[in-house]
């Protein structure tokens, strides 16, 4: 059974860093494309950034220049390291896996940016 296990979010204030990171199990990671979306209170889930298997990357305009997405397939792992966060940044970021044309979920870590 796949599992996604995130972790790192916090409170920080705005133009400070921080990295999330989110461990898979039950999966060939290698062939996986991972990813983080966001939710924000009273808005729908969006993308921030994702990683294919052969290291193809995309990101939310919104986020271009400040995110950066990266696996360690080694570890099954995929991060992403937040620099200069704005108070809207925060939401609860979500780890995804697709795999095999499904998609799987991490339970979500908060990260709140004040301004």
């Known amino acids: 059974q796949v599992q996604l296990v995130e972790a790192g979010g916090g409170l920080v204030q705005a133009g400070e860093s921080l990295r999330l990171s989110c461990v898979a199990s039950?999966?060939?990671?290698?062939?996986?494309?991972m990813g983080w979306y966001r939710q924000a209170p009273g808005k729908q889930r969006e993308l921030v950034a994702r990683?294919?298997?052969?290291?193809?990357?995309t990101y939310a305009d919104s986020v271009k220049g400040r995110f950066t997405i990266s696996r360690d397939n080694a570890k099954n792992m995929v991060y992403l390291q937040m620099n200069s966060l704005k108070p809207e940044d925060t939401a609860v970021y979500y780890c995804?896996?697709?795999?095999?044309?499904?998609?799987?979920w991490g339970q979500g870590t908060q990260v709140t940016v004040s301004s």
């Open positions: 995804l896996a697709r795999y095999y044309l499904k998609d799987y």
């Open positions: 990683i294919t298997d052969v290291y193809s990357t």
């Open positions: 039950g999966m060939r990671f290698s062939i996986a494309t």
